[in-house]
C-alpha cells in the first residue's frame, strides 16, 4: 500500500463522495477538490496529521456538502423523472453486502429523501462507522447533535429501504428472467416476473425520449417492455453488474442506449430503474474502484 493517505483512500473517499451525491460525475469532482486542498497543506504539514484517512474522510464530506446545494438547484431544473448514475462494478462487490447494499440504486433512491446533513451523517455512521466526534468535525455539529442525526437518518431509512435481503443467486436467475422476456419480446414472461404492483422509473434527463412520469402497475409495464423487441430492431439485452448487483443493459445497433437496475422482493421485480441519459452513461466504460 502507498505511502500516501490520499492515494491509499482514494476509492474510499470517492465511495463517501457518491453516496452523498448520487453522481459519479460529481463524486469525481469532489475527490480532485479533495485531493487539491490534501496537495496544498504540503508535505510536512501532511506528516504532522496524526489520522490521514479520518482527515481527508472530513474533508470529502464537507465539500460533498458543498456540492449538494449546487445539485439541488440543478434538480429542479431536472427534466422528467432523475435516478442515481449508475456505476460500473465487478461481481466482487456483491461479496461485501453491506457495500452493495449500501450502493444499490434501492439504497441511493432513498438517501435522496433525507436532508443533506441528515445525509452525510448516515453515510458515514450507518456505512463507514465513523466515530461520532469525527462525523461531527465533518458536518460543522456538536457530537450530541450528530447523534440525534443519526437516529433520525436511521428510522428515515429503516422505513423506507427494501426489508428483505435478496441472495445472490435468486438475484441473478429473477434478472435472467426478465433479460431473456424483453430479449424475446414476452409478454407472459414478463407477467410471471413481474409484481403485479411494480414501478418503472426511466431517466432521459430531456436529452432522449423517457417517461416524465412513473409507470405503475405490471399490466401496464409489461407491455411497454415486451414491445421493445418489436420496436427497437437492430438490439441485444445484455447481463452486466450495476452497483454492486446484477443488471442488463439495451443496445440498440451496437451501442450502449439504456441500463436497467431492478430490485427484487419475493422473486418478482418490484422497481425497474431504466437509466438512458447519455451523460450519466458515459463512464461505464471503466469499473468503479469502490471500498469501505
Same mark, same amino acid.
Given at each position: 500500500?502507498?505511502?500516501d ?10 465511495t463517501?463522495?457518491?453516496?452523498? $451525491?448520487?453522481?459519479? +460525475?460529481?463524486?469525481?469532482?469532489? /475527490?480532485?477538490?479533495t ?15 496524526r489520522?490521514?484517512? +479520518? ?9 460533498? @456538502? ?7 438547484? &440543478?434538480?429542479?431544473?431536472? /427534466? !422528467?423523472e432523475?435516478?442515481?448514475?449508475p ?11 453491506e ?10 433512491? /432513498? ?8 445525509? +452525510?451523517v448516515?453515510? $458515514? &455512521?450507518?456505512?463507514?462507522?465513523t ?10 455539529k456538536?457530537?450530541?447533535a ?5 437516529h ?19 438475484q ?5 428472467r426478465?433479460?431473456?422476456a ?6 407472459q !414472461?414478463?407477467?410471471d416476473?413481474?409484481a ?8 432521459? !434527463? ?5 417517461a ?5 402497475a ?10 421493445v423487441?418489436?420496436?427497437?430492431g437492430?438490439?441485444?439485452v445484455?447481463?452486466?453488474? @450495476?452497483?454492486?448487483?446484477? +443488471? ?7 451501442? $450502449?442506449d439504456?441500463? /436497467?437496475n ?7 421485480i418490484?422497481?425497474?430503474?431504466a ?10 466504460g ?7
Amino acid at each position: 500500500m502507498t505511502d500516501d493517505p490520499f492515494l491509499a483512500h482514494r476509492s474510499l473517499l470517492f465511495t463517501v463522495a457518491y453516496e452523498m $451525491l448520487g453522481s459519479a +460525475a460529481d463524486a469525481e469532482d469532489v /475527490v480532485q477538490e479533495t485531493w487539491l486542498r490534501w496537495a496544498d497543506l504540503g508535505a510536512e504539514a501532511q506528516r504532522g496529521i496524526r489520522d490521514g484517512r +479520518a482527515y481527508l474522510v472530513q474533508v470529502v464530506t464537507r465539500q460533498a @456538502l458543498n456540492r449538494m446545494r449546487t445539485l439541488a438547484r &440543478r434538480r429542479e431544473q431536472y /427534466v !422528467g423523472e432523475w435516478l442515481p448514475e449508475p456505476l460500473l462494478t465487478s461481481p466482487d462487490v456483491a461479496e461485501d453486502i453491506e457495500l452493495a447494499e449500501s450502493v444499490s440504486f434501492a439504497m441511493l433512491m /432513498v438517501l435522496e429523501t433525507l436532508g443533506p446533513t441528515e445525509r +452525510a451523517v448516515f453515510v $458515514l &455512521r450507518e456505512v463507514f462507522e465513523t466515530p461520532y466526534d469525527e462525523i461531527a468535525a465533518a458536518v460543522g455539529k456538536t457530537p450530541a447533535a450528530v447523534r440525534q442525526l443519526a437516529h433520525r437518518a436511521r428510522a428515515h431509512v429503516a422505513a423506507r429501504r427494501p426489508r428483505v435481503r435478496v441472495s445472490r443467486a435468486e438475484q441473478e436467475a429473477v434478472v435472467e428472467r426478465f433479460r431473456a422476456a424483453v430479449r424475446d419480446g414476452d409478454l407472459q !414472461g414478463l407477467l410471471d416476473v413481474l409484481a403485479p404492483d411494480v414501478v418503472l422509473v426511466s431517466d432521459g !434527463g430531456g436529452v432522449v425520449a423517457a417517461a416524465r412520469r412513473p409507470i405503475v402497475a405490471a399490466r401496464r409495464v409489461g407491455p411497454l417492455l415486451a414491445s421493445v423487441a418489436e420496436l427497437a430492431g437492430d438490439f441485444a439485452v445484455l447481463p452486466m453488474w @450495476l452497483n454492486g448487483a446484477p +443488471a442488463m443493459r439495451l443496445d440498440l445497433a451496437g451501442e $450502449l442506449d439504456t441500463v /436497467v437496475n431492478l430490485v427484487i422482493d419475493g422473486g418478482r421485480i418490484t422497481r425497474i430503474y431504466a437509466v438512458r441519459n447519455p451523460h450519466k452513461l458515459a463512464r461505464l466504460g471503466a469499473e468503479a474502484r469502490l471500498s469501505r
